[in-house]
């Protein structure tokens, strides 16, 4: 299984704007990033996800390195309720074969 | 549209016992995943129903069984069980052929498992 590595926390004020990084030097050519968080008491939820170009969408901004060894996942300005355990997740491209989680960044927001 | 739901959403039950998690799959979506989320990790796979069959199996002992009905709801049945069962069972659900990398999954709230 492709495995990516991510910090185990950091820490963000609010309305700054935050980076959280991702290793995943085992990509193969046909796996995506994507990416989670998960809310306290809450199940995953959907943030973004890409192949090769950088994304952006109304939550955040992806940017992927050019050999695709690591990304990046760009929150612009912090919230408080961004507050959460960001999930980076190479999607495996076999039939039937689902997410792989590792155990995520915890990010903290300061008021 | 209505999304994810499960029930119940917590439960306690004894080693030894049987216990039947529901999901209702969001409006549309014809796939279903399972998930054990144990303290402080993050979610690890069951297995998937596309269609009312199984089509992925993560590394889970056969006391883990599940069904989809035609209506693409699904259960998680557990038989005999452990204590490390105890968990937050979350069910995704997402449309289209399984096995594509663009499908997003939709999860619901989980269900808390306490096994005493």
């Known amino acids: 299984d492709a495995k990516t590595t991510q910090p185990n926390s950091m820490e963000s004020n609010e309305e700054e704007p935050v980076h959280l990084p991702c290793n995943h030097s085992t990509i193969s050519g046909t796996d995506y990033i994507h990416w989670y968080r998960q809310l306290p008491s809450q199940g995953p939820e959907y943030v973004i996800h890409?192949?090769?170009s950088n994304v952006n969408n109304r939550m955040a901004s992806l940017a992927i390195a050019e050999d695709r060894k690591s990304s990046t996942l760009i929150l612009h300005r912090a919230t408080l309720r961004d507050a959460a355990v960001y999930y980076c997740i190479l999607r495996e491209y076999n039939y039937g074969q689902n997410f792989v989680f590792g155990p995520g960044t915890r990010l903290s927001v300061l008021p | 549209e209505t999304g994810v739901t499960q029930s119940p959403t917590h439960l306690i039950k004894t080693r030894g016992q049987q216990v039947t998690l529901r999901c209702s799959s969001q409006s549309g979506h014809n796939t279903v995943s399972w998930y054990q989320q144990a303290l402080g990790q993050g979610p690890q796979f069951i297995f998937q129903?596309?269609?009312?069959?199984?089509?992925g199996r993560g590394n889970f002992p056969p006391r883990f069984s599940g069904l989809q009905f035609p209506n693409y709801s699904s259960e998680l049945n557990v038989n005999a069980l452990e204590l490390d069962d105890s968990a937050l069972y979350l069910c995704?659900?997402?449309?289209?052929?399984?096995?594509?990398?663009?499908?997003?999954?939709?999860f619901g709230p989980g269900t808390r498992l306490t096994v005493l």
């Open positions: 890409g192949l090769t």
């Open positions: 129903y596309y269609r009312e069959e199984e089509n």
């Open positions: 995704a659900s997402s449309s289209g052929t399984s096995g594509s990398s663009y499908n997003e999954q939709f």
